[in-house]
């Protein structure tokens, strides 16, 4: 594995900015993208993580008024949301990591979540339950919370979890959208800042500058994702989203299998 650089820092950041909120997972993409520029591994697996926060940042800015009148309901839905993948997460994060940060199972994972998108989509729609977040209850934040637990297995999508799981257990299709973009800025926060401090060690003060750049590339792209989704739920679904995962994890998948595209580089 060689040094991230800007160029790749750049790459990545886009990379994770216009991947964050769609239902077919940032982590996923990056670590296909880690793959093929080679520079996974433990400093690049931190790096996608950190980034991530960049992303973050777009949402705060977006809702920044919705954020700065919160009541207490929501930041009390949010917290019971955020606290189940948390807990799982700081149990299970090593092993996550030595066995599932690979392209191969990314692949399988998006073919997974793929075939569910489809299932649910295909489904009866009885209307909706809830159709805003401020009329969730903390019993509809917590099921959001245990379905945001699947997005750990990487390629599953913490967006596609939680808003997949939020259509289920009677959200509105905006209403889960709009929750799991606020729910994501505690979770993946937390979780970038998590993972730069227990592994601290393997950075030093001239890593700043594309941690940087890959903060602010995902910044941009996030905040042109984030305007142009909530406009497109309210008119389609997320089946194409869940061909693309079909589709990108098979391309993936055979590729590996041909020996065409060496995915295990990086």
Request: proline letters at 5%; charged letters at 15%; one cysteine or more.
């Amino acid at each position: 594995m060689r040094d991230l650089s800007l160029a790749d820092a750049l790459v990545l950041g886009v990379v994770e900015g216009l991947t964050e909120f769609l239902p077919i997972s940032s982590t996923g993409h990056l670590i296909l993208a880690g793959a093929l520029l080679g520079v996974n591994g433990e400093r690049g697996n931190v790096f996608h993580v950190a980034i991530q926060t960049g992303a973050m940042l777009a949402v705060l800015w977006e809702y920044r008024a919705r954020f700065f009148r919160a009541d207490a309901l929501l930041w009390r839905n949010l917290a019971i949301a955020f606290l189940p993948a948390a807990a799982l997460g700081v149990l299970l994060g090593p092993l996550i990591k030595a066995y599932l940060f690979a392209p191969l199972p990314v692949a399988a994972a998006f073919i997974a979540g793929g075939l569910v998108i489809l299932w649910v989509e295909r489904r009866a729609h009885p209307p909706p339950r809830v159709a805003s977040v401020d009329a969730m209850s903390a019993m509809d934040a917590f099921k959001v919370g245990i379905a945001q637990c699947f997005a750990l297995i990487p390629g599953t999508s913490r967006a596609g979890a939680t808003i997949i799981g939020g259509m289920l257990f009677g959200l509105s299709r905006r209403a889960a959208t709009e929750f799991s973009f606020f729910l994501a800025v505690p979770t993946l926060i937390a979780a970038g800042a998590w993972d730069v401090w227990e592994h601290r060690a393997l950075f030093s003060a001239a890593d700043v500058p594309v941690f940087a750049t890959g903060l602010c590339a995902a910044f941009a792209a996030a905040f042109a994702v984030i305007r142009w989704l909530v406009r497109y739920v309210a008119t389609h679904d997320f089946t194409p989203f869940a061909w693309y995962r079909i589709g990108f994890g098979l391309v993936v998948l055979l590729t590996a299998w041909f020996g065409w595209v060496d995915w295990s580089v990086g």
